[in-house]
Each structure stands twice: as structure tokens, then as C-alpha cells.
């Protein structure tokens, strides 16, 4: 097992963050519809891209708690080869600031091989981070 966890303060409420959040192409199309369709539960075949490798996962989205967290599980061919589950959680602390806590579980038998790609992905999850904060902050003005 391995976990990614990100996170960013954001100076937004969490109202504003979940809106720049389910909207954002920062997750996939097919995600976002199902948020927004409330589909929890149901399988979606979803495009990924992660250090530049394309794949195609299946997706069942687990958790949609507005304002507060966004969850689902995917995996890689089959259940048990190369899963994760990832997440989105939008927290107040006790000053008033809200932050942004991506985090995604990665297990399964190909996890020793993909090293070079779970970096990248964490790259690309501080980038998603910086975009969503830059978006929900502007909006704020």
C-alpha cells in the first residue's frame, strides 16, 4: 500500500471551493457528471493520465458530502492489479482557514513497477491543488 496525501490552504469558503472543485477539469468529466448526477455506487469507465501513461479505469464513485468530501475507488484492468482509492476533502481549521486534502490509497500487485508514475502523480495532484486554489480564490473578488 502507498498513500499520496496533498494538501493547500485555501483563503475561500468551503462553498467556494466545492463549486471550483466539481467543475474543475482537474477531475475527470465522467467524475464530475456522476458528482453532479449523484451516482454513487454505479461503475464509470474513466481516460487517466499520469506522468504522461494513458490509462483506463473503472471507477465507482463512493462519497459526494457537499462541501465536505469527494470519494472514489478505481482500478486497473481488474480489481487487485493496480487499484486506488482517492479523495478530495475540504476542511475548516480551528483559525477559519479552509484547505484542500487530496489524497489517493494506491494497492495492488503492479504497485512495486509504478513508482516513477506515483511520483508524477504527486505532482500532478499539487498541481490540481495550486489550480483549484487559484480559481476558488479569484472567484472570492
Not at 461503475?43 to 469527494?70: S, W, Y
Not at 513508482?115 to 508524477?120: E, N
Request: net charge neutral; hydrophobic share 40%; no cysteine.
Amino acid at each position: 500500500m502507498q498513500v499520496l496525501h496533498t494538501e493547500i490552504p485555501i483563503n475561500a469558503s468551503p462553498k467556494t471551493i466545492w463549486k471550483t472543485l466539481v467543475v474543475s477539469p482537474y477531475i475527470p468529466e465522467e467524475i464530475r457528471n456522476a458528482i453532479r448526477d449523484r451516482k454513487i455506487g454505479q461503475n464509470l469507465i474513466v481516460p487517466m493520465n499520469a506522468g504522461g501513461r494513458g490509462a483506463t479505469l473503472t471507477v465507482k464513485l463512493l462519497t459526494v458530502d457537499p462541501f465536505r468530501e469527494i470519494r472514489w475507488k478505481g482500478f486497473f484492468w481488474i480489481p487487485g492489479l493496480f487499484d486506488g482509492e482517492h479523495s478530495f476533502e475540504i476542511l475548516m481549521d480551528q483559525g477559519g482557514m479552509t484547505r484542500l486534502v487530496q489524497r489517493e490509497t494506491f494497492t495492488g500487485f503492479l504497485l512495486p513497477f509504478l513508482s516513477g508514475t506515483l511520483s508524477a502523480t504527486k505532482q500532478e495532484f499539487e498541481k490540481t491543488n495550486a489550480g483549484i486554489r487559484d480559481t476558488a480564490e479569484q472567484a472570492m473578488i
